[in-house]
């Protein structure tokens, strides 16, 4: 089957129309039309049209340009597929699931699996029956997954064979029996009985009529928040918030992969999880734009290392730890990266000096280094570098700026009606975009106290200059408070992990008789460099106001216990060290 132009309806006229008259607050893709305030900032690159279509159809009609290029293949076995391949194979699918198993446009789907080739088809198969996918961390225990479970209600879950057992726990804790597609690893691979072959749904055709047209507004995928701060919550985004926070990122002023051309392709190696919603929109990024994806089922150093060898990646994309890692690691040779145009990092600020231990080990300046932020509830971006953006200590730990259609106000944390702040002040991050979610799934409470008049609030604190370059603090509720003076965590953990004998730093408020709070420090020292903790204070006390010393005390870990995307996790530093 060819990937034929034109099998969709053109997305001039009707979609412009609709975008302009679509976006409306009461189901949050909404539109950015800036206040006259003068405070409130506006991106400064010019607005996109977000079409009114469904994820699937955007994706099916760009890879049309790119039908016979290698679209995914997985790094522990070779298995790969095009991307004509991912359309037809996705198509089979979403026609078994409707006819097959009677799903009906609105059910719930999830995905218990690790990184893998299918996980593409997976979604576009999902989505093309108007489906709504969550997703699951292979990772979690039978409590944790019975907990989403018994909140999403999912009609059917898609996993492999080594996580029978724990999904089968999970279901017997939330008294569901489910319908469970396994992706096998191997085609020779025996499945239990009660249980379905995902390539039996994907390599047969039926003749069954394609999903009629979906609805932008409609919700595609609930992927759960990491429940660091309480239990996770669903967060709804639809159709219209992943497609405009897609085309956000390849508009004019943002677009750094180059499509397929000749013996050209961009190629990665993909380790953020696909389960998070980091991963997940790379993946999107990665299908709109023809990169061929090498699926790692997880981090590993030898197995990453050995991907670096055999593919030479012209775009490595990650948070900090992968940049750490890169750069500190006897295994990896410049040579793996020889190829390497771009990297981008999140979750984390990646700080100047950084940057520049890493350029070294490339061995390389032309090395493009890209950082941004964004969150669940925002399809995930928010800033990102353009293409304009130079370099330099000045901007070190910036964000980059807002993406089109995208508006911020920083707001004062004291002021209860959140005046928004100007040029350097510190704030809480409200943001309004067509990428902001719809809401939290079945948590209306949580929803209203999310938005306040129509803004996110984002509960991070963050400030711009005067270039509109934003800076992010820290968390609201991560602030320490000293004397009544707020400190923020991430702040001091850029001054610590400057210095020469420490690799990797966090940074927690502890009770203090005088102060109220103190900071204390939870430091990793780099291996085989001695480390005098009173050292470190002292370099510390020269960089920062009194109140920000290290009051709080110094203690020495073996690592920082962080998420898959490379967030610190407080509360468990709090839980396990204190």
Known sequence: MSLMRGNLPSFRGKFFRKFLGNFKNQNRCISTNPDDHPNILKSDSKDIVVPDATLPEIIYNKMQQFPNYIATESAATGKKYTFEQIHVKSKNLSKHLRHKFGLKEGDIVAFYMPNLPEYTICFLGALDARLIVTTMNHLYTPDEIAIQIIDASPKLIFTQSHLLNTLKSALKISNRDLPTIIVKDRQDESIPRDTVDFFELTDTAIDVPDSPPGNSADVAIIPYSSGTTGLPKGVQLCHKNLIANLLQIVSPDFKYLKEPSGDFQEITPAVLPFYHIFGMAMNFLYLYCGVRTVALAKFAPDTYIEALKKYRPTFISGAPPLVFFLTSHQDVKPEYLKNLRNLTSGAAPLGYSDEEKFLKKVGRSDVTIFQGYGLTETSPGITYFN?????????????????????????????????????????????????????????????????????????????????????????????????????????????????????????????????????????????????????????????????????????????????????????KIKEEFL
């Not at 130079?390 to 209860?416: H, Q, Y």
């Not at 209306?444 to 200059?465: C, H, M, S, V």
């Not at 006390?541 to 920082?560: F, N, Q």
């Open 387 to 571: 293409k304009y953006h130079v370099r330099s200590e000045e901007n070190s730990g910036s964000v980059g700026k807002l993406l089109p259609n995208t508006i911020m106000k920083i707001a004062n944390v004291d002021d209860p009606r959140g005046e928004p702040l100007g040029v350097n002040q510190r704030g809480e991050i409200l943001i309004k975009g067509p990428q902001v979610m719809k809401g939290y799934y079945k948590k209306p409470q949580e929803t209203q106290n999310t938005f306040a008049d129509g803004w996110l609030r984002t509960g991070d604190i963050g400030y711009y200059k005067e270039d509109k370059y934003i800076w992010i603090s820290d968390r609201l509720k991560e602030l320490i408070k000293v004397k009544g003076y707020q400190v923020a965590p991430a702040e001091l953990e850029a001054v610590i992990r400057a210095f020469p004998s420490v690799e990797d730093a966090a940074v927690v408020g502890v009770p203090h008789a005088k102060f109220g709070e103190a900071p204390r420090a939870f430091v990793v020292p780099k291996k085989g460099v001695q480390f005098k903790p009173e050292e470190l204070e002292a370099y510390v006390a020269e960089k920062v106001a009194p109140y920000k010393k290290l009051t709080g005390g110094i203690a020495i870990i073996d690592s920082i216990p962080k998420n898959p995307a490379g967030k610190i996790l407080r509360k």
